[in-house]
T-cell receptor, first 110, second 113 residues
Framework: EDKVVQSPLSLVVHEGDTVTLNCSYE??????LLWYKQEKKAPTFLFML????IEKKSGRLSSILDKKELFSILNITATQTGDSAVYLC??????????FGTGTSLTVIP | ETGVTQSPTHLIKTRGQQVTLRCSSQ?????VSWYQQALGQGPQFIFQ???????GRGNFPPRFSGLQFPNYSSELNVNALELDDSALYLC????????????FGPGTRLTVL
């Protein structure tokens, strides 16, 4: 059965800390892995990863994929209160399916 | 350029009723996907429409059905509502089938009593 597991479920850090969010997956015929940030309702796209070992970076956020070990990490450096959100990982196999994990709830305290 | 919009914002129904949720795609997008997000959970893929045809479906019963119109707006219909159907329903539009171009709407919060 295809599944996506994220850890930790929740995280509380202080401003300026660095956090690492984890996403492991088991899917048949992997195509891509995507990260989203969900602050209130609409998830917003962060990264799409298709190849192992190639880091994607946007400002203080970065992400990398390991297709051999079937996981991805999302790093956020120098966290700010505006980073508080639920971070969702989703995996797209071939065949027009799309599986989300439960998400990691990040709270950044001033 | 307008973003993805959904209506209504909130909805309360009773068990056994039927509901229709609506989604207007972002300008230029021809693909719409629908998701169900229960409280504290990640979104679950319901189905996707591409150029007015269903193009992929998640593990949802047939009482969840949809339509995509020539202007690429979309409807999600749910018949015989159950208490477990209470959730945030998100739609997302994209150009073609690439998920990285997918933009989500703000969702419709459905409560079934």
């Amino acid at each position: 059965e295809d599944k996506v597991v994220q850890s930790p479920l929740s995280l509380v850090v202080h401003e300026g800390d660095t956090v690492t969010l984890n996403c492991s997956y088991e899917v048949t015929n992997f195509r891509s892995l995507l990260w989203y940030k969900q602050e209130k309702k609409a998830p917003t796209f962060l990264f799409m990863l298709t190849s192992s070992g190639i880091e994607k970076k946007s400002g203080r956020l970065s992400s990398i994929l390991d297709k051999k070990e079937l996981f991805s990490i999302l790093n956020i450096t120098a966290t700010q209160t505006g980073d508080s959100a639920v971070y969702l990982c989703a995996v797209e196999p071939t065949g027009n399916q799309f599986y989300f994990g439960t998400g990691t709830s990040l709270t950044v305290i001033p | 350029e307008t973003g993805v919009t959904q209506s209504p914002t909130h909805l309360i129904k009773t068990r056994g009723q039927q509901v229709t949720l609506r989604c207007s795609s972002q300008s230029g997008h021809n693909t719409v996907s629908w998701y169900q997000q229960a409280l504290g959970q990640g979104p679950q893929f319901i189905f996707q429409y591409y150029r007015e045809e269903e193009n992929g479906r998640g593990n949802f019963p047939p009482r969840f059905s949809g339509l995509q119109f020539p202007n690429y707006s979309s409807e999600l219909n749910v018949n015989a509502l159950e208490l477990d159907d209470s959730a945030l329903y998100l739609c997302a539009s994209s150009w073609g089938l690439m998920r990285d171009t997918q933009y989500f709407g703000p969702g419709t919060r459905l409560t079934v009593l």
